[in-house]
C-alpha cells in the first residue's frame, strides 16, 4: 500500500483507539487493576480462544495446549490494562503452567503488542523471513506493523518448519504460508483435532488486500487450504466471532475466483480518504486497495 494510504488509515485508527477510552502507554503495565477483558473459550480440550470483545479491532488470540508444551498465535491488541503486572500472561497462566512458545499470525500492530511479555518466539522458517533475521533478531518495518512503531524488534528463538507435523504432546500441528493479507501470513492447523487457526487470512468480518496483484497470492492460499482441509475441520479467525463456517472458505475460493475473471465487479469507494474496490457477496466482503 502507498505510504500516504496508510497514514491516513493510521490516523483514522487511533480516532477508534482512543474512542476506546484507554489512553495509556501500551508499554506501561498497571500492576494492581483488576479487569474483565478477555474473554476465554475452550475450543477444544486444552485449546482455547482468547477473545478480546472491547479492543477497538476485536482481537482473538489463540492458546494450544499439547502435554509437553504451549504454543500462543497472536498477542492480543495491548490496549487493555493488564493485571499483576502483564496484559496478557497473567491471563495464560491461568490456563496452563506448561512453557509457551509466541508464534504470530502476521506482523501487524494489532496482533504482536504484547510481545514484549513472551520469553519465547518462533517464527515460521520461511526463506525471505530467514534472511531478514541478522544475529537472532528481526526489525519490524513500518510496512510489517501497518500502523505504528511497536514492537521495533524481537529475538527469534525458534524456527517452526513448514508443513511439518509439530508435536506439543498428544497433539500434532503444522505452519502453513498463506499469503494474501501479508506475505508472511501463517495458519496453525492442529491435525489431531481438526481446527485450523486462520489469522486475518478469513474471520467474520470485511477482508482486507493491500494491493490488488495479492488476488492472486489470496487465490493460491485458499486453494491450498481446501486442499489440505476437509468439511471435519472448524475454522477460527483472528477478529470478530470467533468461529468461521466452513462453507465460507468454500465461498471464498468461489468469489475470489469470480473476482479474477472479472465476472464479479467491485465498487469503487473512498476509505479513509483513498480509492479502494469493495467486492460483496451475500457471505463475504473483500476491500482491496487500488
Ligand atoms: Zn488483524
Known amino acids: 500500500m502507498m505510504r500516504k494510504q496508510k497514514i491516513i488509515i493510521l490516523i483514522n485508527l487511533i480516532f477508534v483507539f482512543a474512542a476506546c477510552g484507554d489512553s495509556e502507554n501500551s ?4 500492576p494492581t487493576i483488576k479487569e474483565n477483558w478477555y474473554t476465554t473459550t475452550k475450543v477444544t480440550k486444552n485449546t482455547y480462544s482468547i477473545a478480546e470483545p472491547k479492543s477497538s479491532q476485536r482481537n482473538v488470540s489463540y492458546l494450544i495446549v499439547g502435554d509437553e508444551k504451549a504454543i500462543m498465535f497472536d498477542t492480543g491488541s495491548g490496549e487493555n490494562s493488564g493485571q499483576d503486572g502483564t496484559k496478557m500472561i497473567y491471563k495464560l497462566k491461568e490456563l496452563t503452567s506448561l512453557p509457551i512458545t509466541l508464534l504470530l499470525s502476521h506482523f501487524h500492530f494489532d496482533h504482536n503488542q504484547n510481545i514484549g511479555e513472551f520469553k519465547k518466539v518462533a517464527f515460521p522458517d520461511v526463506p525471505f523471513l530467514k534472511q531478514k ?18 514492537p521495533k524488534n524481537v529475538t527469534v528463538n525458534e524456527w517452526l518448519p513448514i508443513k511439518t507435523d509439530i508435536d506439543l504432546g498428544n497433539k500434532k500441528i503444522q505452519i502453513i504460508n498463506i499469503p494474501g493479507h501479508t506475505s508472511e501470513s501463517v495458519a496453525i492447523i ?6 485450523a487457526f486462520l489469522g486475518d487470512y478469513l474471520y ?20 491450498y487450504l481446501l486442499s489440505i482441509l476437509d468439511i471435519n475441520y472448524r475454522l477460527f479467525g483472528a477478529h470478530g466471532t470467533p468461529e468461521v463456517s466452513f462453507n465460507k472458505l468454500k465461498d471464498l475460493q468461489e468469489f475470489l ?5 472479472s465476472i464479479c465487479t467491485g465498487v469503487k469507494e473512498k476509505y479513509s480518504g483513498y480509492n479502494t474496490l469493495l467486492y460483496k457477496n451475500n457471505d463475504l466482503s473483500i476491500r482491496i486497495f487500488i
Open 204 to 223: 467474520n468480518g470485511e477482508l482486507f488486500l493491500f494491493d490488488v496483484d495479492d488476488i492472486n497470492k489470496y487465490k493460491e492460499s485458499v486453494d
Open 27 to 30: 508499554s506501561t503495565p498497571q
Open 257 to 261: 475466483k469470480c473476482i479474477q475473471e
Open 190 to 195: 492442529d491435525t489431531t483435532d481438526k481446527i
Open 133 to 150: 533475521v541478522i544475529n537472532g533478531t528481526y526489525n519490524f518495518t513500518a510496512e510489517d506493523l501497518f500502523i505504528g512503531n511497536y
